[in-house]
């Protein structure tokens, strides 16, 4: 399984940008999905995830309200809408596929890891 994240770049505060992680493979549509982000001198933490079929999606505090995780299972691609971007958020975004399970915060449950994509929001 390979993930390639892709979306990222330069940003105002207030903008938007809409994050792309595709899939190899042909069980993408079997795994729920998940985003994780780190900023620098920072842990990883997550962001958004979502179930195998898209019904279901959970999100960290701080992406309520401004970041939407949605997926095309024919398209193998997973995707991550942020709007209102704030500098703090401001990391490299990173797309998982969770081991087992419906859409875990825990990066542990996640198995296999995209190369990540840089996002940067300037005030």
């Known amino acids: 399984v390979q993930l390639q994240a892709s979306g990222g770049g330069l940003v105002q505060a207030g903008g938007s940008l809409r994050l792309s992680c595709a899939a190899s493979?042909?069980?993408?549509?079997?795994?729920?999905m998940g985003w994780f982000r780190q900023a620098p001198g920072k842990e990883r933490e997550f962001v958004a995830a979502?179930?195998?079929?898209?019904?279901?999606?959970r999100y960290a505090d701080s992406a309520k309200g401004r970041f939407t995780i949605s997926r095309d299972n024919a398209k193998n691609t997973v995707f991550l809408q942020m709007n209102s971007l704030k500098p703090e958020d401001t990391a490299v975004y990173y797309c998982?596929?969770?081991?087992?399970?419906?859409?875990?915060?825990?990066?542990?449950?996640?198995?296999?890891w995209g190369q990540g994509t840089l996002v940067t929001v300037s005030s």
């Open positions: 979502i179930s195998w079929s898209g019904g279901a999606t």
């Open positions: 998982a596929r969770q081991r087992d399970g419906g859409g875990s915060t825990y990066s542990a449950e996640y198995d296999y």
């Open positions: 493979g042909r069980t993408f549509s079997s795994y729920a």
